[in-house]
């Protein structure tokens, strides 16, 4: 029978993440490379007590709305729903403005466990590739190196960095194929291509599904093997509708000011 | 007496590009560092990375006629150029990490003498942005601090020893600050450049440990 990896729906694909589900959520930080409508289907969808693993918490729909995307929603749509119990990310809170993540750090509702970026991407790629970790130079001499065996390596320190593995890992591409093999555009492959294949389950949101063949060899950056699910974006979506908030357009202001979030 | 100058954002920035050399690879911080990019000097070709995994890239684009799809690590989106490559966030810090990035300028709390970094979180806060930092401050072969040489209440930021939480230890190699350029050596912290109208004891009386005044010590280049 002909592989089909293709589904029709968001709330098909996220159907069976259940509570408590450990997920992977690619990107940034900048909604841009974010898979935003499964953002959108599994708060629909109604999950509890999830872990997440991501680079950022999410800043929210209106920051990015402002700046002229349709595909607004990041992760923070979970966080300020109060899907998440924990989070596991580099840069969780905005040096800009206060998030929800923090806001709910603040009051005790959402635990952290925060990684320096390169250990994230070190330890999710360690799922990915089968290792129980990696030994790593950074974050020695650091509040980073508490808890972590520390191994001597021709005369230099390196701290145990275990694997990060998930249920699911949602993650956003360009194109698919039927295969499920991914392209990306430009500087969106991120948390993205390293992510698919690092959990049980990889879905991938994607602007367009073409033809198999139609991706080339040369060209496919994530191949089909990583991929379990795929789900196009809608070609007319006017986005979430709803008022941009006052906090939104303060932070945005203070972006533009700083030149950067 | 003499009026004093210190160095505006921009010029600190145009200071700091002063030390790409042609082919170096780049990694610019959020802040004072992206700056940089504006100042390159001319006749040099340089690679800038961002994090987000993109290198080789150009100018940032005018508000609003950007792609959205070639971002910095800042979220602004940049012009590519012939040469520009992609890649996903393992490669990009395999490249930071690995030892392949020439230059990493970044924004400090505070240096040490010994050149440890701390820049990732104001102890009031309780919550720091670790991100990237820790991984370039350890991975690229030099790292360059831009920062004001004291706090808004005039304490020193260059200590004996940070009192805020470190990011990496012993990573700097350059601190440039508003009025000065110190280089971190293995004798300690020798001061280089200073701003116009300022004396090495001056200097010295806003920072904590003893500055060595090196011999051909001068006022700070930005032409």
């Known amino acids: 029978m002909a592989i089909n990896k293709i589904l029709s729906s968001f709330d098909e694909a996220v159907a069976d993440i259940p509570d408590g589900a450990t997920i992977m959520v690619g990107g940034f930080g900048t909604v841009a490379s974010c898979p935003s409508m499964l953002m959108i289907a599994l708060d629909r969808k109604g999950v509890k007590n999830l872990t997440t693993i991501s680079n950022t918490t999410g800043f929210g729909s209106d920051v990015w709305k402002i700046l002229g995307y349709k595909f607004a929603e ?174 939104a357009k303060a932070s945005h202001e203070k972006f533009l000011k700083r030149g950067s979030a | 007496m003499e009026e004093k100058f210190k160095l505006e954002r921009q010029t600190i920035a145009l200071r700091a590009a002063k030390e790409f050399q042609d082919g170096d690879s780049v990694n610019l911080g959020i802040g004072i560092p992206v700056l940089c990019a504006n100042y390159i000097p001319e006749g040099r070709e340089v690679l800038f990375q961002s994090e987000n995994g993109i290198l080789g890239f150009g100018e940032v684009t005018a508000p609003g006629e950007g792609d959205n799809d070639y971002l910095n690590a800042s979220g602004q989106t940049v012009h590519t150029q012939p040469g520009t490559s992609c890649f996903g966030h393992a490669e990009s810090f395999t490249m930071i990490r690995g030892g392949h990035l020439d230059i990493s300028v970044m924004g400090g709390f505070q240096v040490s003498e010994k050149g440890d970094l701390a820049n990732y979180m104001v102890p009031e806060r309780k ?97």
Not at chain 1, 119 to 148: F, S
Not at chain 1, 221 to 245: F, H, L, N
Not at chain 2, 183 to 189: A, F, H, M, P, S
Not at chain 2, 194 to 207: H, Y
Request: hydrophobic fraction near 40%.
């Open chain 1, 74 to 247: 990041d992760m923070d749509i979970l966080v300020r729903n109060g899907r998440v119990k924990k989070a596991i990310a580099s840069a969780p809170v905005s040096a800009v403005y206060e998030n929800n993540f923090e806001k709910l750090l603040r009051a005790g509702k959402v635990e952290l466990e925060m990684v320096t970026q390169g250990t994230l991407a070190e330890r999710i790629r360690a799922a990915k590739a089968g290792l129980g970790g990696v030994y790593t130079p950074v974050g020695v001499g650091t509040v980073v190196e508490e808890g972590k065996e520390i191994k001597t390596i021709n005369g230099k320190k390196y701290l145990l960095e275990l694997a990060l593995k998930a249920d699911f890992a949602l993650i956003k591409a360009h194109k698919a194929d039927r295969w499920g093999n991914l392209v990306y555009r430009g500087s969106s492959r991120t948390f993205n291509e390293t992510m698919a294949g690092a959990a049980k389950v990889t879905i991938a949101e994607v602007d367009e599904v073409v033809e198999l063949g139609e991706l080339g060899p040369e060209e496919i950056v994530t191949p089909a093997v990583y991929v379990d699910r795929v789900v196009a974006r809608p070609k007319e979506y006017e986005g979430e509708e709803g008022e941009i908030s006052e906090e």
């Open chain 2, 127 to 223: 919550i720091g942005v670790i991100g990237g930092a820790m991984d370039l401050a350890y991975g690229a072969k030099r790292k360059i601090i831009v920062m004001n040489h004291i706090t808004k209440d005039g304490q020193p930021r260059i200590l004996k020893k940070c009192t805020y939480p470190i990011t990496t230890l012993e990573c700097v190699n350059l601190i440039i600050t508003d009025i000065a350029v110190i280089e971190v050596t293995d004798k300690g912290l020798v001061l280089k450049e200073i701003a116009p109208g300022w004396t090495p004891e001056e200097v010295q009386s806003l920072t904590e440990p003893t500055l060595i005044v090196d011999p051909d010590c001068h006022d700070i280049e930005l032409m």
